[in-house]
């Protein structure tokens, strides 16, 4: 075995067998495989694909780098996954929602990835929260809490830690291949009786296409089920952003709005109760979708779900009293700027990537693996698709730590916007179902 002979078949767009991928993923957690040869084996792939066969031997390739939990509890073990997009914050709203039901729920997740958020950047911007745990630590926050929200351990699908990080500085982001075998390594490696996909489609999705989302969707349900866990799939939409807020403590934010207001109206809500009823179903804890969505809305508005989060952020080393008091502890931004817009119309479009990117030049994600991650900075209030403006009506407000940063943030967010004399057609929030 040797990454360049790998290397090169992938050039050749030829696929290498499971016994080569194997070896590489194995190559990727111990460094026998180095960061230039990782850069262009992602390129490779990325280029060319690996086709279903060789996408699933590269995903359990990687799951198999480390170590695979094994969970002997009352319960189910379920778990949500999102494909990445902007203001999307339901894993925090989810993951104690569906404790509350009964199951348990080890959510390993990632960081910002491109110009998406990560669920662990925002778990740190409450002070105190460290989500690098072992696997006994999670063992142990999931038997006593019902869920955790952390990073995979050192033991936990290292070739895919060690791949991650390179995609995302070698715009390596966006292959169907990589994608695949990064969500699912991790989430097999889990454990997992029962998974759901939130696959993001739109302008501030890694796939812009319906063709795109319905092609990974697919690649994924197909892989994981052939893997055993029972996996369902919803294909949404991220022609906007979800939450009206991006950037790491403005979405937690909202996310408290949500548990402690028993807000179940907003796209955030819809979307959370959504993707938990078709998890609660597949995992023989609802009759039905609609009747698991709608026991989880129930919760939200009684303050369970609320409750059940605050004993999450206190086992992973946050504030005990976080719920009652959550806004003296998340950070803020030293400057404050409302954008407004200079003429009538309807709002038609919006660069979901483009302020995705904003945030990250605003500080709020990483251009570079080494960067530090500012978690107050910022949008919020971002204006929502076919909403009627006149010259001076907000849209949307920029939290930054300087005032030149601020600048150059209006003017990106103002070209991410557009305004026109008519409205345009509002998207659904979901687009395609794909159950198991």
């Not at 989500?131 to 926050?141: E, K």
């Not at 936990?156 to 500085?169: E, F, G, M, Q, S």
């Not at 454990?191 to 296409?209: E, Q, W």
């Not at 934010?253 to 907003?266: C, F, H, I, P, S």
Request: hydrophobic letters at 45%; glycine letters at 10%; charged letters at 20%.
């Amino acid at each position: 075995m040797d990454a360049r002979a790998i290397i090169a078949r992938l050039r050749r767009h030829e696929t290498p067998s499971a016994e080569e991928l194997r070896w590489f993923a194995q190559g990727l957690a111990d460094s026998a495989v180095s960061d230039a040869q990782a850069g262009a084996f992602a390129m490779a792939v990325c280029m060319g694909g690996l086709g279903a066969e060789g996408r699933a031997a590269l995903t359990l390739a990687m799951r198999d780098s480390g170590d695979v939990l094994d969970w002997d509890l009352d319960g189910p073990v379920i778990d949500k996954h999102s494909t990445g997009g902007v203001g999307d914050c339901v894993s925090l709203v989810l993951a104690p929602a569906l404790a509350e039901c009964g199951a348990y729920v080890p959510m390993i997740s990632g960081r910002g990835l491109g110009h998406t958020g990560g669920t662990l950047d925002k778990m740190e911007a409450i002070p105190g929260v460290t989500t690098q745990v072992g696997s006994d630590r999670l063992a142990q926050i999931v038997r006593d809490t019902g869920a955790a929200i952390v990073s995979a351990s050192a033991r936990i699908a290292p070739a895919d830690k060690r791949l991650y990080a390179i995609r995302d500085v070698t715009a390596t982001v966006e292959s169907l291949d990589l994608i695949t075998a990064s969500i699912l390594s991790k989430k097999l490696a889990a454990g997992l009786d029962a998974l759901v996909l939130d696959v993001k489609l739109g302008s501030g999705a890694f796939m812009k296409t319906p063709a795109e989302a319905g092609a990974l969707a697919r690649a994924l349900t197909e892989t994981a089920n052939a893997a055993g866990c029972r996996t369902s799939a919803l294909i949404t939409d991220m022609n906007q952003p979800l939450a009206p807020s991006l950037g790491n403590a403005l979405e937690v934010a909202e996310v408290m709005r949500v548990l402690t207001g028993g807000l179940t109206d907003t796209p955030l809500a819809q979307l959370s109760a959504e993707l938990g009823g078709v998890l609660l179903a597949g995992a023989g804890l609802a009759d039905s979708a609609e009747t698991g969505a709608d026991r989880l809305r129930a919760l939200i508005v009684d303050g369970r779900a609320a409750d059940r989060f605050g004993r999450m952020i206190a086992a992973v080393g946050g504030p005990v009293h976080f719920i009652e008091t959550w806004q003296r502890f998340l950070p803020e931004a030293n400057v404050i700027r409302e954008v407004t817009a200079r003429e009538a119309g309807f709002v038609t479009a919006i660069d979901g990537e483009a302020l995705g990117l904003v945030v990250v030049a605003l500080g709020g994600g990483r251009q570079v693996e080494s960067d530090v991650v500012d978690p107050s900075v910022g949008l919020s209030r971002v204006i929502r698709l076919g909403t009627r403006v006149s010259a001076g009506t907000p849209l949307a407000t920029i939290h930054a730590a300087r005032e030149e940063a601020a600048a150059r943030a209006e003017a990106a967010l103002r070209a991410a916007i557009v305004i026109e004399d008519a409205p345009g057609d509002l998207p659904p929030l979901v687009h395609e179902r794909i159950t198991a």
